[in-house]
Each structure stands twice: as C-alpha cells, then as structure tokens.
C-alpha cells in the first residue's frame, strides 16, 4: 500500500541539485549534507546570502508535517480556523499518544477506543475532511509509521512531536515542533528556524557482539549530556555510520531529542536503499540515485570535518562498549562492564522488576530479531525469567512480520505480554499494577526517556535506558549487575550457561507483509464531511475566532499577576492531568499561569481582583475581567515563555481576555506563539522598571494607535494613589506580525487574505 506523495518527492529532487549549486556558491566552500537540506528547502528559492549558524532566523518550506494525537487536537482545531480547504503539504495524524498499556493489546486497545472515542473520531474526520491521512488507534507509533512510509533522504519534515527527530534515520531533517507551527506549515505560511550549529560525529569501526545503534547514542548523550545538542544539528557520517541498518540510524535520530538537538541526520546510503526497497518505495530510491551526490555531505567535509563543524566527536565502533543509561536521566552512561560497582555504589536497587522492549527509539523488526535470539536461548536452555517483559511494537506492519515469523511466540514462551502498537508504557501511559505504592524499584527499557515517574507514574522506579538485547539479558536474569559478555546465568537445573551474542535480521528474510495496516486515506474532496465535536464535549471545542483589534489603545488595564522568578510553558499551562483538555480550549484554559509564582505573595495561583479586592486563583479572577469587560496585562521576569513550543501557554491569555504580556526577556518561541495569537508581547526597555509596577496599578497603553516596527510603545502607569509615570516598552513586531495583531491573529490573517 503506498501511502506517500511521490510527486512532492519528485518536485524536491528536482529543484535539489540547482539549490545546492546555488548555496555552495554563496557560502563558498563544500557543503555538509544538513547544509544541503536546509539551503535546498528556503522559503525563497535558490539561496542568496550565507545564514549564520546559531544566528540568522530563517524562513524555510518543510515539505510534510506529522502529528500525534495528543498534539494534533489543539492544531488541527487551529488549522480549521485558517479556513483553508486542504492542508498545502502533506500531512499525517497518528492515534498512538492516547493508548493506554495494561492487560495486552487487545484489552487495552478496546479501553482506549472506550475512553477516547470522542477525540479519535474528530481526529477522523478532521483529517478525512483536510487532505490529512489517518492512522487509527493500534497501526503503530508515529516515528516508526513515519519511516516505514513517507521519511525520504533529503527530505524536509516538522512533526508535533519532540521524537520527530526519528525521521533522520532515513537522510531527512525531521524536526520537533509546537502545533503553531504544524498550521503555519499546513496552512501555506513559511517555517522559521535559526539556522543550527552543526555537530559532526564520525563513526569509525563496525558493531559487534553485544553492541547495537543504540549504543551509539547512548554514547554520544553520554559524552554531550542532554543539553550537548542545543540549537545544533548532529550529523554523522565515517565508514561506520555506513555499517548500521537504517532502522539502527532512526534510533541514533530518535535519541538526538535527549541531548537537546534541533535533529540528527545521516546521508543516503545502501542501508537506506534496502530500507526503501523493503518497505515498498522502490521508487523513492530510483529518484534518490539520480540525486546521490547531493544527497550526503560533501567528500571534502568528511575528509576534514574540524574545518567545517563547529564541534566534532570520533566514536569507534570496533571497541564501543554496550551501555546502559539512567537512572533519571538519559545521559548519566555507564557500560555495562561497569554497571555492577556503579549500582551498588549509588545504592540502586540491583533487582529488575520489569524488561520492556519498543517504543518509537526500538522496534524494528531488527531490535525485536535481535531481541529475541536471546529469549530463544532463555527458552532453549530452561531458564525461568527473573522479572517481568513486555513489548510494544513500533507498527502493525512490524507486529504482523514478527507474528509470522515466530518472533512473538518466541516472546510468549517467556511470558511477554504484547501491548498494543502505541506508546503506552513510554509516556507514562503504563497502568503498572503496584506503582501507587511508590516503592523503589529497577526497571530496564530500550525507550529514550527515563525521568521521574515518565513510565509508571511512580517517582522512586529507577528506570535504565539500552538496547532491546540487553534488556532482555537483563530482564532474564532480574539483575542490573548482570553482564551478558562475561557473566554466566543460572538454568532451573542449576547449571551455569552463557548467553551467546544477540543475533537478527536487519529486514525480513520474506519481506514485510501486514493484514490492515490500520490507515484511513482522506475524501478527495473533503468540502461536505463534517468534522465531529459534540456540542457538549468536556475535551474538544471548536475554536471561534479572536476578535480583531479595535485599532483603539488599550486603556484602564488591570494586572493580573506579577510573575516572578521562573515562568515556563509549564507554570503558564501546566501538564499532567490537563493533557485530557488539550482539544478543549476553555477547560484548559482553568490551568492559566496557576503555576506562577506571584512577585507580591511569593504564592502560586493566589492573586487580588483588583475589582473587589478578594484575593482568588488565577483562571478565576482573569474570567472575572472579561466578563467585566476589564482589559488585563501579565508581567513576568526574565525568560518567560522558556520550555517548550506549547502553543496552549499563549492561546489561554488570549482566550480569557488578557491583552498584553509584559516581561524582562521572552522565551524566543513563546514570544512569537503570542504574536501569533494576536497578543502584545512587551519587554521593558528598562529591565528596572518591573519592579515600578504595583498589584494595584492601572495601565494605559497610550500610544498603540501608532503601533510600527522599531518604534517603541509607552506604558502610563497609574499608581493607585492617583501618581502616575511613564514607561517605555520594547518589541520585535515587524510588519506582517503587526498585521496579525490587527486581524486578530495570524490564522484570522491568512483567513482574511484568501478571502479578498
Ligand atoms: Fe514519544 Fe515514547 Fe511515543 Fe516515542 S513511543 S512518540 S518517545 S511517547
């Protein structure tokens, strides 16, 4: 079944080789292949000025978005508002997010259907109605569909989830995005981006024994630390980087996310040819020989990489040693010669309780091959596992293959339940029986994350990161210290035996094959589906539109909170259980900066309504002004914003009423997601004067009427004894942003546009 575009394909690849002459000439030396990628996919055609890595914010056109369903509510519910009538790229939604792992996945497939109903269904017939293709409940986990059918090498993707990153696996720039961006993508509008540092690692050697692709990124996290990778694009290249299978090369991608990098990529190689080829797109490598050359780095930068990297790291296959990383934190590297002393120096519980394989990072049908020639040795040599097992692979198209060929039987024999083709224990969505206890305990996962309470919920499991083959080493044998290369297990009889190096297939020997890969392709024309939200929904509203400005200044505005200190996406629109309102703006908008810290009572979610002087939770008070009809502004310290693109964080202030954020310094992305939204987002030109505001101050935005680019704004601020003074505001608005304020936001803009 194809499912990708392979006329978008062929469009890119046309215009390839032209782009990258024309970036060469004016950056004037050899390009590396992220170099190519990016110059070959500038909003504005063929490049004509050097951008500065870590510097210029450039506009670019990704040629796919990709979404969750977690994600994919809040951005589609945007998109409708752009009133548009298909998405201008292709795109994807993928029903993974919201899968709970219990019984198996069967059981617990039918519970989420039960529980989720509602929000699959608009997620349906959204996307039947927008050009959009629909992977229903149980067809697998967005990364692993998205490089089984539609990642291609060169290509340019955002996708709405951090793990987007995955898609680098198959040569692409496959980058992590907030849903503001998806519906600028989809909607028409350019990407912007800073133009990335680039990281070059260089893969020397071959795997071998017990070390896998994961290894590798376990190494480099190891070496860069989980904020190593921030603003940069890692690429690898060497002999070695040529050695690992694509899949393996997706996992290095999908684990680029855990040390902060913008992606990770690898270029075109025979291992992507066979991936390709395997997977039914035989047609995307006829196009993508045509294209080879441009499609990896230049010779002369591989040959040189000091000179045109901004930081380079060697990692030599041949000796590296397999590791195991956590716990907490996926960068803390520990190889497993070295596992035992560690774990007992740091007092980690040495029992495992659980071994669970797949997720997005690993399940290929080489990690589960590999996986299970362990298993079969257990089996075979009559060894009762020590801890628990479990697996969630990546697609139906994996589940199927590795039915057939035995492999899950092979996993059943050790007592393996399979959970459903999603992301479930992974995003804490494991209904682990016993985990409210909250005792301390080990678990071994081939996933990518392991904070606190990420897979059960439960703060003291201590939760260790490696590939699925030593997982199921570990798990076999229920102990952490346990190293599969020296160490000898006991069989039920009492015997010592050793377990022999893992061994797979990087692709199935008869080819792939699946029964319903659970796609649903959108109407050709969508104009007469109805998108399905019931009016009494608790978790999905359509959005109206924000009003537009009145072209007036804002005058009697009261204040809301003085945030101090910290004030993240997180503290803005807090996470956790209100992830259940993300498709319903109003229901998520009761968390609004409730986790603030409030500069006048060092409280969070306590402040005064200025208008009866009782003091209430923020959500409360703010929804008392609007219905007042009372303009309100927040002020906040340094770095609002900062965390991540959570378009929700600016949505909320805007949808409750509050008209302006004034701050320090703004978190770039949620400076420009409120700009997006039609709010004003200030900064004081003189950091000195947050502390001039008071709770009980009114504020008069005197000179709005002639809101410009470069032209500062004046705040009059009246104090509550009557004195007033002056401050001078900052922004960054130029004209088009400018535009979307008056329109309302910027989606009301595109609306207004395509109208006229
Ligand atoms: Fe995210 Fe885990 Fe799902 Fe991957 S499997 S997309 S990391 S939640």
Same mark, same amino acid.
């Given at each position: 079944?194809?499912?990708?575009?392979?006329?978008?394909?062929?469009?890119?690849?046309?215009?390839?080789?032209?782009?990258?002459?024309?970036?060469?000439?004016?950056?004037?030396?050899?390009?590396t292949?992220?170099?190519?990628?990016?110059?070959?996919?500038?909003?504005?055609?063929?490049?004509?000025?050097?951008?500065?890595?870590?510097?210029?914010?450039?506009?670019?056109?990704?040629?796919?978005v990709?979404?969750?369903?977690?994600?994919?509510?809040?951005?589609?519910?945007?998109?409708?508002?752009?009133?548009?009538?298909?998405?201008?790229?292709?795109?994807?939604?993928?029903?993974?997010?919201?899968?709970?792992a219990?019984?198996?996945?069967?059981?617990?497939?039918?519970?989420?259907?039960?529980?989720?109903?509602?929000?699959?269904?608009?997620?349906?017939?959204?996307?039947?109605?927008?050009?959009?293709?629909?992977?229903?409940?149980?067809?697998?986990?967005?990364?692993?569909?998205?490089?089984?059918n539609?990642?291609?090498?060169?290509?340019?993707?955002?996708?709405?989830?951090?793990?987007?990153?995955?898609?680098?696996?198959?040569g692409?720039?496959?980058?992590?995005?907030?849903?503001?961006?998806?519906?600028?993508?989809?909607?028409?509008?350019?990407?912007e981006?800073?133009?990335?540092?680039?990281?070059?690692?260089?893969?020397?050697g071959?795997?071998?024994?017990?070390?896998?692709?994961?290894d590798?990124?376990?190494?480099?996290?190891?070496?860069?630390t989980?904020?190593?990778?921030t603003?940069?694009?890692?690429?690898?290249?060497?002999?070695?980087?040529?050695?690992?299978?694509?899949?393996?090369?997706?996992?290095?991608?999908?684990?680029?996310?855990?040390?902060?990098?913008?992606t990770?990529?690898f270029?075109?190689?025979?291992?992507?040819?066979?991936?390709?080829?395997?997977?039914?797109?035989?047609?995307?490598?006829?196009?993508?020989?045509?294209?080879?050359?441009?499609?990896?780095?230049?010779?002369?930068?591989?040959?040189?990489?000091?000179?045109?990297?901004?930081?380079?790291?060697?990692?030599?296959?041949?000796?590296?040693?397999?590791h195991?990383?956590?716990?907490?934190?996926?960068?803390?590297?520990?190889?497993v010669?070295?596992?035992?002393?560690?774990?007992?120096?740091?007092?980690?519980?040495?029992?495992?309780?659980?071994?669970?394989?797949?997720?997005?990072?690993?399940?290929?049908?080489?990690?589960?091959?590999?996986?299970?020639?362990?298993?079969?040795?257990?089996?075979?040599?009559?060894?009762?596992?020590?801890?628990?097992?479990?697996?969630?692979?990546?697609?139906?198209?994996?589940?199927?293959?590795?039915?057939?060929?035995?492999?899950?039987?092979?996993?059943?024999?050790?007592?393996?339940?399979?959970?459903?083709?999603?992301?479930?224990?992974?995003?804490?969505?494991?209904?682990?029986?016993?985990?409210?206890?909250?005792?301390?305990?080990?678990?071994?996962?081939?996933?990518?994350?392991?904070?606190?309470?990420?897979?059960?919920?439960n703060?003291?499991?201590?939760?260790?990161?490696?590939?699925?083959?030593?997982?199921?080493?570990?798990?076999?044998?229920?102990?952490?210290?346990?190293?599969?290369?020296?160490?000898?297990?006991?069989?039920?009889?009492?015997?010592?035996?050793?377990?022999?190096?893992?061994?797979?297939?990087?692709?199935?020997?008869?080819?792939?094959?699946?029964?319903?890969?659970?796609?649903?392709?959108?109407?050709?024309?969508?104009?007469?589906?109805?998108?399905i939200?019931?009016?009494?929904?608790?978790?999905?509203?359509?959005?109206?539109?924000?009003p537009?400005?009145?072209?007036?200044?804002?005058?009697?505005?009261? *204040?809301?909170?003085? +945030?101090? @200190? =910290?004030?993240? #996406?997180?503290? %803005?629109?807090? $996470?956790?259980?209100?992830l259940?309102?993300?498709?319903?703006?109003?229901?998520?908008?009761?968390?609004?900066?409730?986790?603030?810290?409030?500069?006048?009572?060092?409280k969070?979610?306590?402040?005064?309504?200025?208008?009866?002087?009782?003091?209430?939770?923020?959500?409360?008070?703010?929804?008392?002004?609007?219905?007042?009809?009372?303009?309100?502004?927040?002020?906040?310290?340094?770095?609002?914003?900062?965390g991540s693109?959570?378009?929700?964080?600016?949505?909320?202030?805007?949808?409750?009423?509050?008209?302006?954020?004034?701050?320090?310094?703004?978190?770039?992305i949620?400076?420009?997601?409120?700009?997006?939204?039609?709010?004003?987002?200030?900064?004081?030109?003189?950091?000195?004067?947050?502390?001039?505001?008071?709770?009980?101050?009114?504020?008069?935005?005197?000179? *709005?009427?002639?809101? +410009?680019? @470069? =032209?500062?704004? #004046?705040?009059? %601020?009246?104090? $509550?004894?009557?004195?007033?003074?002056?401050?001078?505001?900052?922004?960054?608005?130029?004209?088009?942003?400018?535009?979307?304020?008056?329109?309302?936001?910027?989606?009301?803009?595109?609306?207004?546009?395509?109208?006229?």
């Amino acid at each position: 079944m194809a499912v990708f575009d392979l006329d978008m394909i062929q469009k890119v690849y046309a215009a390839f080789p032209e782009r990258v002459a024309a970036a060469r000439k004016v950056v004037g030396r050899p390009l590396t292949l992220t170099e190519k990628i990016l110059y070959a996919h500038l909003w504005d055609g063929n490049a004509t000025v050097t951008h500065e890595r870590g510097k210029s914010y450039v506009d670019f056109a990704p040629d796919r978005v990709t979404m969750q369903d977690a994600t994919a509510q809040m951005a589609l519910l945007q998109f409708m508002q752009a009133g548009k009538k298909k998405v201008a790229v292709p795109s994807t939604v993928h029903c993974d997010h919201l899968i709970q792992a219990k019984v198996g996945a069967d059981a617990d497939l039918q519970r989420s259907l039960n529980e989720n109903n509602e929000v699959f269904n608009f997620l349906s017939s959204i996307s039947n109605k927008y050009g959009i293709g629909f992977w229903k409940p149980g067809a697998g986990i967005i990364h692993q569909v998205m490089l089984e059918n539609y990642a291609f090498p060169g290509g340019m993707m955002v996708g709405t989830d951090s793990h987007t990153v995955n898609g680098g696996g198959l040569g692409m720039i496959a980058i992590g995005v907030g849903g503001a961006d998806a519906v600028d993508v989809m909607a028409g509008m350019p990407w912007e981006l800073k133009f990335p540092k680039l990281i070059g690692v260089k893969l020397t050697g071959r795997l071998n024994g017990w070390t896998s692709a994961k290894d590798v990124i376990l190494k480099v996290a190891d070496i860069l630390t989980v904020k190593g990778g921030t603003g940069a694009v890692v690429e690898y290249f060497g002999d070695g980087a040529l050695s690992l299978s694509a899949t393996g090369k997706g996992t290095i991608c999908n684990m680029g996310a855990e040390i902060g990098a913008t992606t990770s990529t690898f270029g075109y190689d025979d291992s992507m040819r066979r991936y390709l080829n395997a997977t039914g797109r035989a047609e995307i490598v006829a196009e993508a020989d045509r294209i080879a050359e441009h499609l990896t780095g230049d010779k002369e930068v591989y040959a040189d990489p000091e000179k045109y990297f901004d930081q380079v790291i060697e990692i030599d296959l041949d000796t590296l040693e397999p590791h195991i990383n956590g716990p907490f934190t996926p960068d803390r590297g520990t190889p497993v010669s070295k596992m035992k002393e560690t774990a007992l120096e740091n007092g980690w519980p040495m029992k495992i309780e659980w071994g669970l394989i797949g997720s997005c990072t690993n399940s290929s049908y080489e990690d589960m091959s590999r996986a299970a020639s362990i298993v079969e040795q257990a089996v075979k040599h009559g060894i009762t596992p020590k801890a628990e097992f479990g697996i969630n692979p990546g697609s139906e198209q994996v589940r199927y293959t590795i039915e057939r060929d035995g492999i899950i039987a092979t996993f059943e024999k050790m007592g393996t339940k399979v959970f459903t083709n999603a992301c479930g224990p992974c995003i804490g969505q494991w209904d682990r029986e016993g985990a409210d206890k909250q005792e301390k305990n080990t678990i071994v996962h081939s996933f990518n994350r392991n904070f606190s309470k990420r897979a059960d919920g439960n703060p003291n499991t201590h939760a260790f990161v490696t590939s699925p083959e030593m997982v199921a080493a570990l798990a076999i044998s229920g102990d952490l210290g346990f190293n599969p290369l020296t160490d000898t297990l006991t069989t039920d009889k009492g015997e010592q035996v050793k377990l022999l190096p893992p061994h797979g297939d990087e692709l199935p020997k008869k080819g792939f094959d699946v029964d319903d890969p659970g796609y649903q392709a959108p109407a050709e024309d969508g104009s007469g589906v109805q998108v399905i939200v019931k009016p009494d929904s608790t978790r999905l509203q359509l959005l109206e539109s924000f009003p537009a400005w009145d072209g007036q200044n804002i005058l009697g505005a009261k *204040l809301l909170i003085k +945030a101090k @200190g =910290k004030c993240t #996406t997180d503290h %803005i629109s807090m $996470a956790g259980p209100w992830l259940r309102y993300r498709g319903h703006l109003d229901n998520i908008s009761n968390n609004m900066l409730i986790g603030a810290e409030n500069a006048f009572n060092g409280k969070a979610n306590e402040v005064v309504n200025q208008l009866t002087g009782s003091v209430g939770e923020v959500p409360a008070v703010q929804r008392a002004y609007k219905a007042a009809g009372i303009p309100s502004i927040v002020v906040g310290d340094h770095n609002y914003g900062e965390g991540s693109s959570r378009e929700h964080a600016a949505m909320e202030p805007r949808h409750l009423g509050v008209r302006a954020v004034i701050v320090k310094s703004f978190a770039r992305i949620h400076e420009t997601n409120l700009k997006k939204q039609g709010m004003l987002g200030l900064t004081f030109a003189n950091e000195a004067d947050y502390e001039k505001i008071l709770e009980d101050d009114t504020f008069n935005f005197i000179d *709005l009427v002639d809101f +410009a680019p @470069g =032209k500062q704004l #004046t705040l009059e %601020i009246v104090h $509550a004894d009557g004195s007033k003074e002056n401050i001078k505001l900052n922004h960054t608005y130029n004209d088009q942003q400018i535009d979307w304020f008056r329109a309302g936001s910027a989606l009301n803009l595109i609306k207004l546009q395509d109208q006229n």
